[in-house]
């Protein structure tokens, strides 16, 4: 047991090998076995590349793999891809010509499989499809425009979503909320906390803001909050608080402060994280919507061991509605965190 509190966690499957069962845990590594029981380890197949048997010749492709497989692309910039084929034991059997198409996306890609998307869709995403004859690969994209992104949502359709979120999209949806609309999060039979994120993983040095609104059901309250870089500011209904985290299950680094809010009224939350003296400095504010911004912030918290990069976001806990407005993401400015 870890400190003789509680039993150590086991990671993933036994491994059975030479007449003993391995354990990886938590806290190490354990075996199952005679300790004195005699074995020699016998070298396995080489399954490097070139180790197994080559495929025949004229081998008939009986799989296809367009690379990069997955990727995100900036508005009219250019990215080549290519098609390996393989035959029905996986071997590889080198690059194929192939018929290139595009579904969900607006832009071109030329027989050779450069894609380029069109410069006036900011927000895109679909797949960029390889055919050889009678076989279809097909590579996953997704088009941000650079920071920043500012949007009131009234751009967007009821029941439809902003393209340029993605992660557990079917709990979020553009709804009309006192007169206008709002990004809306609905409750869920199998469960109630979700998140979205706006952009791709590599972004960095930036600033989250949000109009955010909770309703309620009875004596259960939401949470409701945004995402920055691998932290979390959530505005916390049960426990009338405020909370910096970096990893739910864990709680490392988690701080909160407590800050009294009422479900039926908006709220304006910012979330900003900078990198400061090899750490990361999270600093996040609510206020009610329309009044003054707070020059101090709500909540502050230091990182000694700094996530360095990740995806802006909303994440919530809806066992009744909650909303998001007025979306806008910005990198940071020197000394304006102050």
């Given amino acids: 047991m870890p400190g003789g509190d509680r039993y150590a966690e086991i990671y993933g499957s036994p491994a059975i090998a030479y007449g003993r069962i391995y354990f990886t845990t938590e806290e190490g590594i354990y075996c199952l076995g005679d300790k004195s029981a005699p074995f020699r380890a016998e070298p396995g197949p080489d399954f490097s590349p070139g180790g197994e048997e080559p495929p025949p010749a004229g081998a008939a492709p009986a799989a296809l793999l367009a690379i990069p497989a997955e990727i ?42 450069r894609f380029t998307p069109a410069p006036d869709a900011p927000y895109q995403a679909g797949t960029v499809a390889a055919k050889v004859g009678e076989l279809i690969a097909a590579a996953r994209v997704r088009v941000n425009a650079p920071l920043p992104l500012a949007d009131d949502l009234e751009g967007w359709p009821v029941e439809g979503r902003p393209t340029y979120l993605f992660s557990y999209l079917r709990p979020f949806q553009i709804a009309e909320v006192d007169g206008g609309k709002a990004l809306s999060k609905v409750p869920l039979p199998q469960a109630d906390r979700h998140h979205t994120l706006v952009g791709p993983p590599a972004l960095s040095g930036y600033t989250i803001q949000a109009d955010l609104m909770a309703t309620r059901k009875g004596r259960r309250f939401p949470d409701l909050g945004l995402i920055n870089s691998g932290y979390t500011l959530d505005l916390m209904g049960a426990f009338q608080q405020v909370q910096v985290r970096s990893w739910l299950a864990e709680q490392r680094g988690t701080q909160q402060v407590p800050f009294a809010w009422e479900t039926g009224v908006w709220y304006t939350m910012k979330l900003r994280v900078d990198r400061e003296a090899g750490k990361a400095i999270v600093r996040g504010k609510v206020w009610r919507r329309g009044e003054p911004e707070p020059a101090a912030w709500t909540i502050t918290v230091e990182d000694p061991y700094p996530i360095e990069n990740g995806s802006p976001g909303l994440v919530g806990y809806s066992p009744a509605p909650i909303y998001y407005d007025n979306l806008a993401v910005t990198a940071n400015s020197e000394g304006d965190a102050k």
Avoid: I
């Avoid at 508005?75 to 084929?85: L, Q, S």
């Avoid at 034991?89 to 050779?112: F, I, N, Y």
């Fill in 72 to 113: 995100h692309v900036a508005p009219g910039e250019t990215v080549r891809f290519r098609v390996e084929a393989f035959d029905e034991l996986g071997r590889p059997l080198g690059r194929r010509d192939a018929v290139w198409s595009l579904d969900g996306l607006a832009g071109t890609v030329l027989p050779d499989g």
